[in-house]
């Protein structure tokens, strides 16, 4: 009897263990990977009339049953993590290094994140302004709990580096959209009818809802400040389709670009959708511009074809 009376005991602890284990509400940031990244992709179309997006950051709450009390997380913003995430990363290579959103782009009017009983998530949102940001920079705000009024918090997960990313629908900054160029180039400056062909793959980054940016010519994408200002230039697109091409950089070392309309029909500066023999679709651009090569002071006339496949959205 007294045997039984021990295994009755002990397996009464196991379950009072098991139970308040299963039952346990604890609470949580969302997000992924060593450094608590939680990524935002925001669509220049989401822009609002005043300029700002809207962004968040969530948490969660744990547990078998529901909860009864209401929860409130407290929050900060702590540049420590931030810092601790671009040397870990990137030690020395401080070119490389994310940036802090600067505090005239967001409006955050609530630091907290309120779960009402009974759920699992709350949200914090923010105003973002995202026109004129660096396509080339990783922008980051990185938050913290400071308190939580109710239940326990994981400290594990008790703070997140929001990462924003831009789209429009020509490219991402979360996968820089490489798009199939072909083309030809030829002297203008002198007298000379002779044109080469060019084939390789460029970057198109996004600006704003109908702006993105390329390099010049035959030209391969670098990172470097300067060759950004000498080589790059802005392809803003209206509602028809017509392609409006202005320089980068307008400062005196900026890109010397001309639109060429009536050089050659098949390049009218005009975007579309192409639909190919197979049924296939393809973003497309058809470009004529004239350029000083930066570097020989050349003037060059160039004809190129830009184009990557399309894959409409299914809603």
């Known amino acids: 009897m007294m045997l039984f009376a021990m295994v009755v005991i002990s397996a009464c602890n196991l379950n009072e263990v098991f139970d308040r284990e299963q039952y346990k509400h604890v609470i949580a940031l969302k997000s992924d990977g060593t450094f608590k ?84 998530t709350g949200i914090m949102n923010m105003r973002i302004r995202v026109n004129g940001l660096s396509p080339d920079s990783t922008y980051m705000i990185p938050f913290r709990v400071s308190s939580v009024s109710a239940y326990e918090m994981n400290q594990e997960k008790n703070t997140v580096l929001y990462r924003l990313r831009l789209k429009n629908q020509w490219s991402s900054t979360a996968n820089i959209s490489q798009y199939s160029h072909k083309g030809t180039w030829r002297r203008t400056d002198i007298v000379s009818t002779t044109e080469i ?19 010049t010519g035959d030209r391969g994408f670098e990172a ?16 028809a389709g017509n392609v ?56 060059h006339l160039m004809k190129e074809e830009l184009k990557i496949e399309h894959r409409p959205e299914v809603r």
Not at 198 to 215: C, D, E, G, W
Not at 224 to 239: C, R
């Open 37 to 120: 990244l939680f990524t935002q992709e925001i669509d220049f179309s989401d822009v609002d009339s005043e300029g700002f997006a809207t962004g968040f950051i969530s948490a969660t709450v744990g547990g078998s049953l529901v909860t009864e009390q209401a929860i409130r997380l407290n929050i900060v913003e702590d540049p420590v993590i931030f810092n601790q995430y671009n040397q870990y990363n990137y030690a020395w290579e401080t070119y490389r290094y994310a940036n802090l959103l600067p505090e005239n782009r967001k409006i955050i009017s609530n630091y907290s994140i309120n779960i009402p009983a009974g759920e699992r």
């Open 224 to 239: 470097k400040e300067l060759d950004i200002v000498q080589w790059a230039m802005i392809l803003t697109m209206d509602d």
């Open 244 to 299: 409006t091409i202005t320089p980068w950089d307008d400062s005196e070392l900026g890109l010397k670009v001309t639109q060429m309309n009536d050089e050659d029909e098949r390049y009218p500066n005009k975007y579309s959708i192409v639909v190919d023999a197979w049924g296939r679709q393809f973003k497309t651009f058809m470009l004529c511009y004239e350029f000083v090569h930066p570097e020989n002071g050349q003037t």
């Open 197 to 215: 062909s060019t084939m390789m793959q460029k970057h198109v980054y996004p600006l704003s809802a109908n702006q993105v940016r390329i390099f």
